[in-house]
């Protein structure tokens, strides 16, 4: 991964301070997000948003040219929105966790994948992170095309003995096996069954006639030190790292100009390509574990169990962080130990959250859209997480 730096301008904090409303009790979650704000953490803007046993309780924003309704690329939280489709469909009992991927495509079983299962590629652990040589933009925009060459890869390392971040495929593989068995992309079951119901401002697939809403991702603006650190942990061309996030590909994926171009928002890449707001991620979690206008919960409490459940153990071997999978989510409870046991969600690089948490009852969705340093969740996520359950505790 290839990323544009800035030199940091604090003049580009929003004068305007947190606009937007809070329910009565959660004031302090208002007042942290300001805190937030006035050290400068917002810069060019972020969106905060949360629900409470499916009411929305939170709905902030900050940052010049940023309203509540502005949307940006959110990155890996599309991962979220594609594995919600594939737990419905776990818990319609159209596709079962333990039968083999080839079962239902059959070009995957090439270069001894036929072994591998659905739960092991939900859970990372399948080695298809990349191809050799890489992908190009325009590859890596489609997920079919994707789909297509990663049928031919030979995994990384042996399925099952180790897991590692499938970070710009995952939506592609898990993708094609929906379309296998359901005879629709994943994209379009995600319109059809999430988006459209709820009338989510969260889209795997951006209209032309949203376009106009659509604040470019701006690039990092590290300090010098983190500068000097960013540049001396580039990944080695040929490790597991660079072959994730196609960085060993001439020329090398650089995320910015990857959501920053029409094509990827216009065919809502399923891993990477989601486009949205804090309302509309926020909004869709609150949908699968609360009633919302008279819709029943999404996600049946087993289904919640079986992919919150941490199916990771040890080290990322593509990232090196430690022991936060689920099936196709991450296990956020192991993230932040505020949150319950079956919390769930993703993060997304530019430093974006999106979680439901059964057990307070709590939604939760920061969007921000700038880049934040290291990337993935943004350090301020644990603190306004936080604040938030610790006003629903208190209502």
Same mark, same amino acid.
């Given at each position: 991964?290839?990323?544009?730096?800035?030199?940091?301008?604090?003049?580009?904090? %929003?004068?305007?301070?947190?606009?937007?409303?809070?329910? &009565?009790?959660?004031?302090? =979650?208002?007042?942290?997000?300001?805190?937030?704000?006035?050290? /400068?953490?917002?810069?060019? /803007?972020?969106?905060?948003?949360?629900?409470?046993?499916?009411?929305?309780?939170?709905?902030?924003?900050?940052?010049?040219?940023?309203?509540?309704?502005? +949307?940006?690329?959110?990155? %890996?939280?599309?991962?979220? !929105?594609?594995?919600?489709?594939?737990?419905?469909?776990?818990?319609?009992? =159209? +596709?079962?966790?333990?039968?083999? =991927?080839? #079962?239902?495509?059959?070009?995957?079983?090439?270069?001894?994948?036929?072994?591998?299962?659905?739960?092991?590629?939900?859970?990372?652990?399948?080695?298809?992170?990349?191809?050799?040589?890489?992908? %190009?933009? !325009?590859?890596? *925009?489609?997920?079919?095309?994707?789909?297509?060459?990663?049928?031919?890869?030979?995994?990384f390392w042996e399925p099952g003995t180790a897991y590692g971040y499938h970070a710009l495929v995952i939506g592609a593989l898990t993708g094609e096996v929906v379309r296998r068995v359901a005879g629709r992309s994943i994209q379009e079951l995600f319109e059809e069954r999430i988006r459209a119901p709820y009338g989510l401002d969260f889209h795997l697939g951006l209209p032309e006639a949203l376009e106009s809403r659509y604040l470019e991702v701006l690039p990092m603006q590290?300090?010098?030190?983190?500068?000097?650190?960013?540049?001396?942990?580039?990944?080695?061309?040929?490790?597991?790292?660079?072959?994730?996030?196609? @960085? #060993?590909?001439?020329?090398?994926? &650089?995320?910015?100009?990857?959501?920053?171009?029409?094509?990827?928002?216009?065919?809502?890449?399923?891993?990477?390509?989601?486009?949205?707001?804090?309302? /509309?991620?926020?909004?869709?979690?609150?949908?699968?574990?609360?009633?919302?206008?008279?819709?029943?919960?999404?996600?049946?409490?087993?289904?919640?169990?079986?992919? !919150?459940?941490?199916?990771?153990?040890?080290?990322?071997?593509?990232?090196?962080?430690?022991? #936060?999978?689920?099936?196709?989510?991450? *296990?956020? /409870?192991?993230?932040?130990?505020? +949150?319950?046991?079956?919390?769930?969600?993703?993060?997304?690089?530019?430093?974006?959250?999106?979680?439901?948490?059964?057990? @307070?009852?709590?939604?939760?969705?920061?969007?921000?859209?700038?880049?934040?340093?290291?990337?993935? *969740?943004?350090?301020?996520?644990?603190?306004?997480?936080?604040?938030?359950?610790?006003?629903?505790?208190?209502?």
């Amino acid at each position: 991964m290839t990323e544009a730096f800035e030199v940091p301008d604090v003049s580009e904090v %929003s004068e305007a301070g947190v606009q937007g409303t809070v329910a &009565d009790g959660f004031e302090g =979650v208002r007042e942290e997000f300001d805190a937030v704000l006035a050290e /400068g953490l917002t810069t060019s /803007g972020a969106q905060l948003t949360a629900y409470l046993n499916g009411r929305q309780v939170v709905d902030l924003w900050a940052g010049d040219g940023m309203a509540g309704d502005s +949307l940006t690329g959110v990155f %890996s939280v599309s991962k979220g !929105a594609a594995h919600l489709v594939v737990a419905l469909l776990v818990q319609d009992g =159209v +596709l079962e966790l333990d039968r083999e =991927v080839a #079962h239902y495509w059959p070009e995957f079983a090439a270069e001894e994948k036929g072994r591998i299962t659905l739960r092991q590629l939900l859970s990372h652990s399948a080695g298809v992170i990349g191809v050799e040589g890489g992908f %190009s933009t !325009a590859e890596l *925009a489609d997920d079919r095309v994707l789909a297509e060459r990663l049928a031919g890869q030979r995994p990384f390392w042996e399925p099952g003995t180790a897991y590692g971040y499938h970070a710009l495929v995952i939506g592609a593989l898990t993708g094609e096996v929906v379309r296998r068995v359901a005879g629709r992309s994943i994209q379009e079951l995600f319109e059809e069954r999430i988006r459209a119901p709820y009338g989510l401002d969260f889209h795997l697939g951006l209209p032309e006639a949203l376009e106009s809403r659509y604040l470019e991702v701006l690039p990092m603006q590290p300090t010098p030190e983190q500068r000097a650190e960013l540049e001396g942990n580039l990944p080695d061309p040929k490790s597991l790292a660079a072959i994730a996030f196609n @960085s #060993h590909a001439e020329p090398p994926t &650089d995320l910015l100009d990857f959501i920053n171009t029409r094509a990827v928002r216009e065919l809502g890449q399923a891993s990477a390509g989601g486009v949205g707001n804090a309302r /509309g991620v926020a909004a869709m979690y609150a949908a699968a574990i609360n009633e919302i206008d008279g819709r029943a919960p999404l996600l049946t409490p087993e289904t919640i169990a079986e992919f !919150a459940r941490l199916h990771t153990v040890g080290a990322d071997v593509v990232t090196g962080e430690a022991e #936060h999978f689920g099936l196709g989510f991450q *296990a956020l /409870g192991m993230r932040y130990p505020f +949150l319950g046991a079956n919390a769930f969600g993703h993060s997304g690089a530019a430093g974006a959250q999106a979680f439901a948490d059964p057990g @307070s009852g709590v939604a939760f969705g920061y969007v921000r859209r700038r880049f934040a340093f290291p990337g993935g *969740a943004a350090p301020e996520n644990e603190r306004l997480a936080a604040a938030v359950v610790r006003a629903a505790a208190g209502v």
